[in-house]
């Protein structure tokens, strides 16, 4: 099959490595560039910086990647579909559930390929991980755990950390639990003055009865991208930001000081740390769009994923309004 016709649409922090990507993915070639705002990366080259989406769309394209500002993925993304054209969305999937809506019926209608851009299933220690769960390594999952945090970075203006981060972990609670969520308890803090949260922490529980926390936030001086699986042989530790894996193994010889027997919960085994092949995850995202717009979907996140992640990251901004457990 001849490369795909590719435009981006958004050419700030994310839009950018998406240009890159698509010039360096085999199978995309990348034919014209869209941002109201300009080129302010100077990653264009010598294409011309297109307007909005409808110059994008006259441009002859076969697929779009949608980096523009969330408020802004509904409309974009409606036209491209009607258009005849398939895409990959920047997460979050949209502002508002409704807005979501909008989209994966905009899309299913048409008969399109509409990937969400969660790359972080695309990070060498969270795929492998998953690998090895659905394997059958760690047997039953009891609960997944999640630390997502750092500095405030000043380029995120229309949405706070539930909607920027935290949906990050909604969505690989369930690619790895197997399930969706059930119920969340959430709660928020604003502590710099802008309109949206600086602060969450979640807890919940998937419909399989699978155990799920998140702390994510803006305010800490480290950054963290961790996420703990725990199981009934042990318990997968996913660091994201270093792309490392590592399994604590349950083991079976018996701890003979009391002192630390009573303590530990399990005894002892072993710990393994796994050697990756580490890769860009954006470019294993473009390679999988390229793969699903040759007809093998298996590996993209559709944008149904993104909705009901979506659906749980309102629920839990809901949560933190009320003060109540919100059932989904």
């Given at each position: 099959?001849?490369?795909?016709?590719?435009?981006?649409?958004?050419?700030?922090?994310?839009?950018?490595?998406?240009?890159?990507?698509?010039?360096?993915?085999?199978?995309?070639?990348?034919?014209?560039?869209?941002?109201?705002?300009?080129?302010?990366?100077?990653?264009?080259?010598?294409?011309?910086?297109?307007?909005?989406?409808?110059?994008?769309?006259?441009?002859?394209?076969?697929?779009?990647?949608?980096?523009?500002?969330?408020?802004?993925?509904?409309?974009?993304?409606?036209?491209?579909?009607?258009?005849?054209?398939?895409?990959?969305?920047?997460?979050?999937?949209?502002?508002?559930?409704?807005?979501?809506?909008?989209?994966?019926?905009?899309?299913?209608?048409a008969g399109l390929i509409a990937a969400?851009?969660?790359?972080?299933?695309?990070?060498?220690?969270?795929?492998?991980?998953?690998?090895?769960?659905?394997?059958?390594?760690?047997?039953?999952?009891?609960?997944?755990?999640?630390?997502?945090?750092?500095?405030?970075?000043?380029?995120?203006?229309?949405?706070?950390?539930?909607?920027?981060?935290?949906?990050?972990?909604?969505?690989?609670?369930?690619?790895?639990?197997?399930?969706?969520?059930?119920?969340?308890?959430?709660?928020?803090?604003?502590?710099?003055?802008?309109?949206?949260?600086?602060?969450?922490?979640?807890?919940?529980?998937?419909?399989n009865g699978v155990l799920v926390n998140?702390?994510?936030?803006?305010?800490?001086?480290?950054?963290?991208?961790?996420?703990?699986?725990?199981?009934?042989?042990?318990?997968?530790?996913?660091?994201?930001?270093?792309?490392?894996?590592?399994?604590?193994?349950?083991?079976?010889?018996?701890?003979?000081?009391?002192?630390?027997?009573?303590?530990?919960?399990?005894?002892?085994?072993?710990?393994?740390?796994?050697?990756?092949?580490?890769?860009?995850?954006?470019?294993?995202?473009?390679?999988?769009?390229?793969?699903?717009?040759?007809?093998?979907?298996?590996?993209?996140?559709?944008?149904?994923?993104?909705?009901?992640?979506?659906?749980?990251?309102?629920?839990?901004?809901?949560?933190?309004?009320?003060?109540?457990?919100?059932?989904?």
């Open positions: 099959m001849a490369d795909l016709r590719v435009g981006v649409i958004g050419l700030g922090s994310m839009g950018r490595h998406h240009v890159r990507n698509v010039r360096e993915t085999p199978g995309e070639t990348l034919v014209a560039v869209a941002d109201a705002d300009g080129d302010r990366y100077a990653v264009a080259g010598d294409l011309p910086i297109l307007p909005d989406v409808d110059a994008l769309i006259d441009a002859g394209i076969d697929a779009a990647i949608i980096a523009v500002p969330t408020a802004l993925h509904a409309d974009t993304g409606v036209k491209l579909a009607h258009a005849g054209v398939h895409v990959m969305i920047e997460k979050p999937l949209a502002s508002e559930v409704s807005e979501g809506e909008a989209l994966v019926h905009a899309f299913d209608e969400a851009g969660y790359v972080e299933r695309c990070n060498p220690a969270m795929r492998e991980m998953h690998k090895r769960i659905a394997a059958g390594e760690l047997g039953a999952i009891f609960q997944i755990s999640s630390r997502r945090q750092g500095p405030f970075p000043a380029r995120i203006t229309d949405v706070g950390v539930v909607k920027d981060l935290a949906t990050h972990d909604v969505d690989v609670a369930q690619w790895i639990g197997g399930a969706r969520y059930s119920s969340v308890a959430a709660q928020t803090a604003r502590t710099s003055g802008r309109q949206h949260e600086d602060f969450l922490i979640s807890t919940g529980q998937l419909e998140h702390i994510v936030n803006w305010f800490s001086p480290f950054k963290e991208r961790v996420t703990v699986v725990s199981g009934e042989k042990g318990t997968f530790v996913a660091d994201t930001m270093n792309s490392t894996l590592t399994f604590f193994e349950n083991g079976t010889k018996e701890v003979e000081w009391d002192q630390v027997a009573n303590v530990r919960g399990v005894s002892v085994g072993e710990v393994k740390q796994y050697a990756l092949e580490v890769r860009e995850p954006l470019r294993v995202e473009h390679e999988h769009f390229v793969k699903a717009l040759n007809g093998d979907t298996s590996d993209i996140v559709p944008i149904a994923d993104a909705l009901q992640t979506l659906r749980v990251v309102d629920a839990m901004l809901q949560s933190a309004d009320t003060n109540t457990t919100v059932s989904l």
